[in-house]
C-alpha cells in the first residue's frame, strides 16, 4: 500500500482552511505554497528577500519531516503579487537550487494576505532512505568508511571503531542498498546532561535530506537518554558539515586543536528556540 502522509508545518492557515504544509504520497512529496511566515509566531517581515529566506526554511524543515530535501526538488513555482520583486530574491533562490536546476514557474498574481510578498510551492521525488543501528564487522567497517571519508585526520583503525561501538550508538544511512552516511550518539555526561550528535554524509550524497534524517533521528535517540544539551563537532575545514550545522540550529562554543595534531576542531551547541 502506498505510503499518503500528512505534514503540519504549524500555520494556523492550515488548521482555518484545512490543508498541509506538505503531503507525502509514496516516494512523492507535495509542499503546498509556502509564504515568510515565522509558523511559531505567526509574524513576517515587510522585507521580501527575508520572506523568500522564511519560505525555503520553511519548506526544508517539510522536506526534511518527509525524509528527502532541497536537492530531491523537481519543480518549483514562485508566486508574487509584484513583477519587481522577484529579481532581489534570486541569490537566496540560487542558494538554494543552483546546483539542483528544478524545473520552475514565476507568475504574477494577487495572495491571500496583503503581507505576503513571495509564496513558494515545490514537488520533490525522494529515493528510500533506511537507517540502522550498526551490528556486526561488516556493519560496523562500512561505518568506519563513512567517518574516515569524511573525517580523515581522525580517520581510525577497526579496533577503534570497535571501541566506539561499546561505548555510543552507531548507525548506518542507506539508499536502497547503497551506503550514504553514518552518525554518532554519544550519551548524556556530566550535571547538564550534554550528548553529542554527528551525522555524516559521503560528498555524493549531500544536499538531499540525508544528513537531516541522520540527525533528527540521533538527536531523538538523544533525548530518550535523557539529554539536557545537544552538542556536535566538525572539522574547521569542513564547510559542508559546518554549513549543515548552522541550518540545523548549531552556534559555535569553541574551537581548538588536539594535543600532537594540527587540524583545528570546532564544538557546536543547539540553541532551542526561546532559551
Known sequence: MTERRAILGGSTFEEQIGYARAV?????????????????TMTISDDVVEQAERCMGNIEAALAEAGCGLGDVVRV??????????????????????????????????LADPRMRIEIEVYARRGAL????????????????????????????????????GRYRLENAYLGEVLVGCSTVRP??????????????????????????????????????????????????????????GKCGFVETERYVLDGETDLWIDLRLVVAGS
Open 24 to 40: 507525502v504520497d509514496g516516494d512523492w512529496v507535495h509542499v503546498s505554497g509556502t509564504t515568510g511566515f515565522d509558523y511559531a
Open 77 to 110: 513555482r514562485y508566486l508574487l503579487p509584484e513583477r519587481d520583486d522577484f529579481e532581489p530574491c534570486w541569490p537566496v533562490l540560487r542558494r538554494a537550487f543552483g546546483e539542483v536546476r528544478p524545473a520552475a514557474t514565476m507568475m504574477v498574481c494577487g
Open 130 to 165: 533506511r537507517i540502522e543501528a550498526v551490528h556486526g564487522e561488516a556493519a560496523l567497517e562500512q561505518w568506519r568508511f563513512v567517518h574516515n571519508e569524511t573525517v580523515p585526520p581522525a580517520a581510525m583503525s577497526l579496533d577503534e571503531a570497535r571501541e566506539r561501538l
Open 188 to 245: 548524556p555526561e556530566g550535571e547538564q546532561g550534554v550528548a553529542t550528535v554527528i551525522a555524516r554524509v559521503l560528498p555524493g550524497f549531500r544536499g538531499r535530506g540525508f544528513g537531516r534524517a541522520l540527525y533528527e533521528k540521533g538527536l531523538a535517540h538523544a533525548r530518550v537518554l535523557g539529554a539536557g544539551v545537544i552538542e556536535t563537532c566538525v572539522l574547521a575545514a569542513n564547510e559542508d558539515g559546518l554549513r549543515f550545522a
